[in-house]
T-cell receptor, first 112, second 115 residues
Framework: LAKTTQPISMDSYEGQEVNITCSHN???????ITWYQQFPSQGPRFIIQ???TKVTNEVASLFIPADRKSSTLSLPRVSLSDTAVYYC?????????????FGTGTRLLVSP | NAGVTQTPKFQVLKTGQSMTLQCAQD?????MSWYRQDPGMGLRLIHY???????DQGEVPNGYNVSRSTTEDFPLRLLSAAPSQTSVYFC??????????????FGQGTRLTVV
């Protein structure tokens, strides 16, 4: 499975836009890029998934350049409740969601 | 619709004891997995199953057994608990490849302490 690299931590303030970039140089042709969010003492929760270009849902946007070697999760106008750990994963449809590979994630702290 | 349910939520074991962590899902998902998460770390895959009667090892399988007799249930057994197994355990389920759904659903976790 393709390995991912993302910043260990990020700080932001309420109302700002937060962009978390993930590097996945060895992504395979059939791999998808998926982001999960995890609050303390809870299981991870699916945020968004994409294959190429841009995907947007009610929570976030995912930007994927043409070479797909990186991706950026964009959280618009964050609030205190967005403080969490965000995981970037590569794989899924090709390798199976039964064995997702998590890295250490990015710890986002949103302050007032 | 309960999703993925794990029991118990908390457990303290003595070294050498055995126990079973329960996981049940009501979404008729083919795939189920067990992960452990140590403090400040990401999730590591222990075992997974692609359907009833089929299981396989993940990244850190030693000291754990699984079985999948039904689609709904995927229990994780600790054979002889060790302090190194102190962790938070998460169960997840997901639909099979090719399904229109693309996400994995996680339970709330079981916090296990081995003393």
């Amino acid at each position: 499975l393709a390995k991912t690299t993302q910043p260990i931590s990020m700080d932001s303030y309420e109302g700002q836009e937060v962009n978390i970039t993930c590097s996945h140089n060895n992504i395979a042709t059939n791999d998808y890029i998926t982001w999960y969010q995890q609050f303390p003492s809870q299981g991870p929760r699916f945020i968004i998934q994409g294959y190429k270009t841009k995907v947007t849902n009610e929570v976030a946007s995912l930007f994927i350049p043409a070479d797909r070697k990186s991706s950026t999760l964009s959280l618009p106008r964050v609030s205190l409740s967005d403080t969490a750990v965000y995981y970037c994963l590569v794989g899924g449809r090709n390798t199976g969601f039964q064995k997702l590979v998590f890295g250490t994630g990015t710890r986002l702290l949103v302050s007032p | 619709n309960a999703g993925v349910t794990q029991t118990p939520k908390f457990q303290v074991l003595k070294t050498g004891q055995s126990m079973t962590l329960q996981c049940a899902q009501d979404m008729n998902h083919e795939y189920m997995s067990w992960y452990r998460q140590d403090p400040g770390m990401g999730l590591r895959l222990i075992h997974y199953s692609v359907g009833a009667g089929i299981t396989d090892q993940g990244e850190v399988p030693n000291g754990y057994n699984v079985s999948r007799s039904t689609t709904e249930d995927f229990p994780l057994r600790l054979l002889s608990a060790a302090p190194s197994q102190t962790s938070v355990y998460f169960c997840a389920s997901s639909p099979a490849q090719g399904s229109r759904d693309t996400e994995a659903f996680f339970g709330q976790g079981t916090r296990l302490t081995v003393v």
